[in-house]
């Protein structure tokens, strides 16, 4: 973990296996890795990247502030397949959130992931490592052949399972929103939020998937 720790440092680009499938990491306060990072996916700019902590002390770095519901949820699903989006702070490159004001972040339960963040002492950039529109990886092998001498280092944790992605869900305004379905029913998470209101009186807006990302 300790040289792949030391080339995100040096704005290089570390692939590593996920709950999904294998991911791409780069510095996210680096605007010149994330530039190579989007050569190298060929990813359109307007879209922004996910990111990855390793426990939630990481998530002042990239958080203005944690809606109630997300703290509902974090204690829920975290670590786990679940990917909150929070308002960005302002300090954050532009190529990582695409000037959405937003940041996307999960903490991760693959123990790869979760010991790269920790090695780097902070986020990680977590999109897929493949070519954008191309089929993502759950092999080291398979990204190899995808993004060959383009990635710094490959950590290879076997097949991962490669089934579908996180579920990606926003909190944002009260509004309970979800943005990519994903490995965890978007039922189950309205249940959560669901229960924790009815316990406190309130009341929360939910909406179906937006299917934005």
């Not at 975290?78 to 532009?94: C, N, Y």
């Not at 990886?137 to 993004?147: F, I, Y």
Request: hydrophobic letters at 40%; one cysteine or more.
């Amino acid at each position: 973990m300790r040289p792949a720790a030391l080339l995100l440092r040096q704005g290089g680009l570390v692939a590593f296996p996920t709950e999904s499938w294998y991911g791409l990491a780069a510095d996210p306060f680096d605007p010149e890795a994330l530039e190579r990072l989007f050569a190298v996916k060929q990813r359109g700019k307007d879209k922004p990247l996910p990111t990855i902590i390793s426990s939630c002390d990481q998530l002042a770095l990239l958080a203005q502030e944690v809606p109630p519901a997300s703290r509902v949820l974090m204690e829920r699903f975290w670590p786990g397949p679940l990917t909150l989006v929070f308002p960005a702070r302002s300090h954050l490159p532009p190529l990582l959130t695409a000037g959405t004001g937003t940041v996307a972040v999960r903490c991760s339960s693959h123990p790869v992931a979760i010991e790269l963040a920790k090695a780097f002492g902070g986020p990680i950039t977590a999109t897929s490592a493949n070519i954008s529109g191309r089929p993502p990886q759950d092999t080291a092998q398979g990204v190899a052949d995808c993004l060959g001498a383009e990635v710094d280092m490959i950590l290879d944790g076997g097949r991962t399972a490669g089934v579908c992605a996180t579920t990606m869900v926003s909190c944002l305004e009260g509004t309970l929103s979800c943005i990519r379905r994903g490995q965890i029913p978007f039922a189950d998470v309205k249940k959560v939020v669901e229960e924790t209101e009815r316990l406190q009186g309130k009341t929360n807006t939910l909406d179906e998937p937006e299917e934005r990302v």
